[in-house]
């Protein structure tokens, strides 16, 4: 079992699977949702089991996806697809060991212009 929580523990969250490899996202609306780049792994919306589900905040980003923070202590928790049946979980709130490595960068043609990639891995420009 993975789990994960907020900084302040109003929010925590089970999953019940092995998790994906994450990605990061270089985007613009990543970069400002986290204060650099966010880095998630995509969970089955089966295998995911959320208490202090109604402290999360949800910001609706796009007409397709929103972004869950814990409105108490304002930690980056989720990208939602509302879509799909998946979500993406921020690897920085998993609070057990992820046995995974980042997977690829994407949307590297907006990353920010104070940091450079140099770890080897794909980089997509969207």
Known sequence: MIKGSCMCGAVKFEISSELQEPDACHCS??????????????????????????????????????????????SSLFWDPTQRDWIAVAMGAIDTPTEVHLAKHIFVADKGDYYEITDGLPQNVQ
């Open 29 to 74: 609306q990543c970069r400002k949702q986290s204060g650099h780049f966010f880095a998630s792994a995509d969970v089955s919306r089966d295998n995911i089991a959320i208490q202090g589900s109604e402290k999360v905040t949800w910001y609706h980003s796009s007409e397709k996806v929103r972004r869950g923070f814990c409105g108490v202590c304002g």
